[in-house]
């Protein structure tokens, strides 16, 4: 999937320098930096860096001032954009089709947008991506065609405005399965990178994800005084005994196994670390779990 920067979400929104830190650079900066991890195609228009950030202020102007050798920020989005930048812009070879007008028309607002970066992504089949305090902080935008028949419903496409969607998107558009979707998406307290091959996410199907994204959002939604008393959760340690000891190696069994509550049910096994819990193993029917 492509990936476009929204040129029409910098319009001089931000009222001063210190809005544009917090509610635009941040937050670009974090989906910037997760499109980067997944070694994706991010495209601009030729003249992005001449949108207005403030009345009259232009964003080469903040990128290339003196403060931006020391802002944080500054720093990491021109890394961040240098790094995913693999061909310069987009409109060195469009896809738009120029004889078609192509208008955005959802959240109450209608507008012609043909030759921008929100048509272009549609007419790649790409994804949007946005800065905040704008008219572009939803999570997908409808889009009609001056071809489309009057009675087609508007296509739509994916809108990246917040750090977290990135997962999401590629989920729902197919680009990657429940196996990819659920390390991406909780990462915050829940690490997969030690989780059992065999006895782990591939135990996780069309019929039960729904459950499992539930179970591991309101874990990751809790902090770590909650998830210790949650009753739901029933997070507890997993006895070591004669018939549990080969479920686990001798170094995860001298670390400690704890699990919690999926469903009535499924279990999760795995450790803590720190505010992180390595998930090892999943059980589906409750029978490791009765063992200890």
């Known amino acids: 999937m492509e990936y476009i920067l929204n040129e029409l979400s910098l319009n001089g929104q931000y009222p001063g320098i210190e809005e ?4 635009g650079l941040s937050h670009i900066n974090n989906i910037l930096n997760e499109i980067r991890i997944s070694n994706a195609l991010l495209l601009k228009k030729s003249d992005f860096y001449g949108r207005e950030v403030m009345p009259g202020v232009q964003l080469y102007q903040i990128l290339y001032n003196e ?54 992504a549609f007419a790649r089949g790409g994804c949007t991506v946005s800065f905040g ?28 405005h917040r750090a977290g969607m990135l997962p999401d998107v590629l989920f729902k558009s197919g680009v990657i399965g429940i196996d990819e979707y659920i390390p991406g998406k909780f990462r915050t307290k829940l690490d997969f990178s030690e989780t059992d091959a065999s006895h782990g ?7 039960n994800s729904a ?64 505010d992180i819990f390595y998930v090892w193993r999943i059980d589906l029917d409750h029978r490791l779990s009765d063992l200890g």
């Not at 790094?83 to 987009?90: S, V």
């Not at 738009?96 to 947008?113: C, H, M, N, P, T």
């Not at 739901?232 to 479920?247: A, C, I, Q």
């Open 20 to 23: 544009f830190y917090t509610s």
């Open 67 to 120: 403060g931006a050798r020391i802002n944080d920020s500054i720093r990491r989005m021109k890394v961040t954009l240098g790094a995913l930048q693999k061909r310069p812009y987009w409109d060195e070879n469009s896809c738009q089709d120029s004889a078609v007008v192509y208008r955005r028309v959802d959240e109450g607002l209608e507008a012609d947008i043909s030759g921008s970066g929100v048509a272009e």
């Open 133 to 160: 305090l704008s008219d572009y902080e939803v999570d997908t935008i409808g889009i009609k065609c001056s071809d489309d028949k009057e009675e087609d419903e508007p296509h739509v496409i994916h809108n990246l």
């Open 201 to 207: 996410l591939n135990l996780i199907d069309n019929v």
């Open 211 to 274: 459950v499992f994204i539930d179970s591991f959002r309101n874990f990751e939604e809790k902090d770590w005084q909650q998830i210790l008393t949650d009753k739901g959760l029933d997070y507890k340690p997993f006895s070591n005994n004669r018939k549990t000891r080969r479920f686990f190696s001798t170094e995860q069994w001298r670390k400690g196994v704890y699990k919690f509550r999926i469903d009535k049910e499924i279990r999760c096994f795995g450790h803590r670390e720190g």
